[in-house]
């Protein structure tokens, strides 16, 4: 019969041995038993160890245990003199799934450095605990962009309403690309009946100097439904990068913008045939007839991946199969 006390005293001298190196193998062969009697040692370690490698090993290894002593032993290595065992604690938080771990990281939202709070914070965001609310709120005027984006994340997984105008200004007035970006997407959550709220920010991201922010703001606009969005997205199909005439083409699908239906014949005939494959099943849902000829044509293309989709942008329009 398998006996777990007797591996770990077979390991104890080699996890206490002075070589790190034999440390670290001994804390992945007691990780490896896969038994609640391991923890101890692995705490021990990530708290106690002299050697940076040995903690950041225990941090990793801690990955899937969410008890209490885990959540608050990680969440101290949070703090560690090395900057790789805090990275590494904040990677294994992140994985965290349960509201009770969540809880246990909630105090360590508002701490007072701007490495940790960001890691807490994206510890909890997809937890979507009601409690994070207050330092998520808090933590969007933090001078850290780091703070800032992952509060903006915690937002957007909880949809608050409440929480749109500030996030809406975010996406036009924060210094930080990746915190406008975040703010762009977080409004995608949006719930139904508040979507024309973060609409004239999402407008406005459309010329953000940042590629990556008017990709993300193409984006929500579509997944909002923002019908009122159609004209400038037609526009943004000439935007000097692919990535946001992409997701323009394909917001523009979703919104069925007749308006667009230039744009997108015209993008038919695009250098990049991801493009004209999007703008041939964006014409498809549009549902318009005038679309026809360009598609017809557009079956010559010599993609075969752009081809397909244009038979499924004709079969939409004329009821035929593809």
């Not at 500030?166 to 979507?195: F, K, N, S």
Request: charged share 25%; proline share 5%; aromatic share 2%.
């Amino acid at each position: 019969m398998f006996d777990i006390t007797e591996d770990l005293e077979t390991l104890r001298p080699r996890l206490a041995h002075s070589d790190p190196g034999v440390r670290r193998i001994a804390l992945i062969a007691l990780a490896d038993l896969e038994d609640a009697a391991a923890l101890p040692p692995l705490i021990q370690a990530l708290r106690r160890d002299d050697d940076a490698s040995v903690r950041q090993e225990a941090a990793r290894l801690l990955e899937g245990w969410e008890q209490p002593e885990v959540i608050a032993a990680l969440c101290d290595a949070l703090t560690d003199s090395d900057a790789d065992a805090r990275a590494r604690a904040a990677q294994t938080l992140s994985e965290v799934k349960t509201a009770a771990a969540g809880e246990v990281i909630l105090p360590w939202a508002s701490h007072a450095d701007a490495f940790v709070r960001a890691a807490a914070l994206r510890a909890l965001r997809e937890l979507r605990l009601p409690a994070a609310r207050g330092p998520a709120l808090a933590a969007l005027g933090h001078a850290d962009a780091g703070v800032r984006r992952e509060a903006v994340a915690v937002l957007g997984w909880l949809r608050l309403g409440e929480a749109l105008p500030a996030l809406a200004a975010l996406i036009t007035h924060d210094a930080h690309a990746e915190v406008r970006r975040a703010a762009a997407g977080a409004v995608g959550y949006a719930e139904q009946g508040q979507e024309s709220l973060a609409l004239p920010a999402l407008l406005s991201a459309l010329d953000d100097e940042a590629w990556f922010v008017r990709e993300e703001a193409a984006t929500t606009l579509g997944k909002l439904h923002l019908t009122d969005a159609g004209t400038r997205l037609a526009a943004s199909l000439d935007d000097s990068h692919w990535q946001v005439r992409l997701r323009a083409a394909r917001s523009l699908g979703r919104l069925r913008a007749r308006q667009a239906l230039p744009a997108l014949l015209a993008t038919l005939g695009h250098e990049i045939s991801n493009l004209r494959k999007e703008a041939a099943l964006a014409l498809g849902e549009v549902g318009d007839p005038d679309a026809l000829p360009g598609l017809r044509q557009a079956l010559q293309d010599q993609d075969p991946e752009v081809r397909k989709a244009v038979r499924i942008a004709l079969a939409q329009l004329t009821g035929s199969p593809a």
